[in-house]
């Protein structure tokens, strides 16, 4: 199993981020898949969740309402559409998967930073 994010960086206030999960060494659509974050000094946090065929989703409190996450399974990847990014966002985000023996796999993680 290979995660690999992409599409971190700086962004202002305010300001839209889009990350990408790629995925590779199990039957992608099978899997429902989750995007975690953490900031220093944080433990990490569970944002949002995506089904296997994608159609049912879960977001933390915090970013509800302003993140989505999106899925295709043609391209055996999951996204993390960020808008009205806080200063608050700021972290490492990581993509996930469990699969079914019961083993957590984690990407190398990308980092955003919210700031002006």
């Known amino acids: 199993v290979h995660l690999v994010e992409s599409g971190g960086g700086l962004v202002q206030p305010g300001g839209s981020l889009r990350l990408s999960c790629a995925g590779s060494g199990f039957t992608f659509s099978s899997l429902a898949m989750s995007w975690y974050r953490q900031s220093p000094g944080n433990e990490r946090e569970l944002i949002a969740t995506v089904s296997g065929g994608g159609s049912m989703t879960n977001y933390a409190d915090s970013v509800k309402g302003r993140f989505t996450v999106p899925r295709d399974n043609v391209k055996s990847a999951i996204y993390l559409q960020m808008d009205r990014l806080q200063s608050e966002d700021t972290a490492v985000y990581f993509c996930?998967?469990?699969?079914?023996?019961?083993?957590?796999?984690w990407g190398q993680g990308t980092q955003v930073t919210v700031s002006s």
């Open positions: 996930s998967v469990v699969t079914l023996s019961g083993t957590r796999y």
